[in-house]
């Protein structure tokens, strides 16, 4: 364990250990709260020495000698409960810290994971992560799909989230990550600054990475909303095309559309949808346009151009 990290440790431990006993005036209580707004790290170690009170609850019952007794006298309580929970967090540091596992969300499902780091995991639908965290590094493989991540400041781990070959490398920001097929990432970052390849990406702009090659540009807030108004359950169109239209739609749903005439392929679009509200959309753009549906077998709904 780093001394950083055993330091915070010990910090979680004593103002832990004062509140379960009482043991904070008015000027302490306030500097508690200053420490904890001060650093994400603090409340995530707080966090931590939280779940190691009730093991170290545990040791209280242990008998005590009389030179222990001594000892104890010379102390205070939370003095001693702290020691203790430092202990206790020592052999704990190793849960929190490595973590490895994988989450996914089904078509049309959303899920919200929190690391153990106290980094967020937005998924969108169809999407996967594996995570692989260690006291040097933590990564993050985005196996297919897209996720919104908000990531705990620590910059003696940064946080890198791999998508195909491209890595985006960030200590504490918030970004948006799409894989656009195997060789297209699209990268929308909503607060700080990360790096993809070369290049640092602040706050509301995007990278797109396509064949090793990152282009860059700054978007306006009503794009930077549009791009991650998914964690709403939404689908915003502002001008894309229909088969571009269709194809975010069939994102959320078994159900697939298909532009099955070019001819009305290049029609723009728009509006607000949820995204399970593929049949608000099928009537909106057959009411304003030349367009009829036909359902067809294996889950699929034809788009057609009316003659």
Same mark, same amino acid.
């Given at each position: ?22 043991? #904070? ?47 104890? /006298? ?15 967090l ?40 594996e ?25 003696t ?5 791999? /998508? ?7 200590? @504490? ?18 607060? @700080? ?9 602040? /706050? ?14 700054t978007?306006?807030?009503?794009? #930077? ?13 502002? @001008?894309?095309? #229909? ?16 532009v ?18 593929a ?25 057609? @151009?009316?003659?």
């Amino acid at each position: 364990m780093g001394q950083e990290a055993k330091n915070l440790n010990s910090a979680a431990a004593e103002w832990l250990a004062k509140l379960q006993h009482g043991e #904070l005036s008015s000027a302490d209580q306030a500097e508690f709260d200053r420490w904890m707004d001060a650093n994400p790290a603090h409340a995530v170690a707080f966090a931590r020495a939280e779940q190691a009170w009730e093991q170290a609850k545990r040791l209280q019952a242990l008998p005590k000698t009389n030179v222990s007794a001594t000892k104890s /006298a010379a102390r205070p309580h939370w003095a001693i409960a702290a020691s203790v929970l430092v202990a206790v967090l020592g052999f704990a540091f190793w849960y929190f810290v490595w973590e490895s596992r994988s989450y996914s969300t089904d078509v049309g499902e959303r899920r919200s994971v929190m690391l153990k780091d106290g980094s967020q995991i937005n998924l969108n639908t169809a999407s996967r992560v594996e995570i692989d965290m260690s006291e040097q590094q933590r990564t993050v493989r985005l196996v297919r799909g897209e996720g919104l991540f908000k990531v705990a400041h620590d910059p003696t781990r940064p946080f890198v989230v791999m /998508a195909g070959n491209t890595a985006v490398r960030a200590v @504490g920001t918030a970004f948006n990550v799409r894989m656009r097929g195997e060789q297209l990432v699209e990268v929308t970052v909503t607060e @700080g600054i990360v790096s993809v390849g070369d290049r640092r990406i602040s /706050a509301d702009s995007t990278a797109v990475v396509a064949a090793g090659a990152v282009s860059s540009a700054t978007l306006e807030k009503d794009e #930077l909303h549009r791009r991650v108004a998914w964690r709403e359950g939404v689908i915003e169109l502002k @001008g894309e095309t #229909l088969a571009q239209a269709v194809d975010e739609f069939n994102r959320y749903s078994k159900r697939k559309l298909v532009v099955a005439d070019p001819a009305i392929a290049a029609i723009r679009v728009g509006g607000r949808f949820e995204t399970d509200e593929a049949d608000k959309f099928l009537n909106a753009i057959t009411t304003s346009f030349a367009i009829r549906v036909v359902a067809a077998e294996n889950d699929q709904v034809f788009l057609l @151009g009316r003659p």
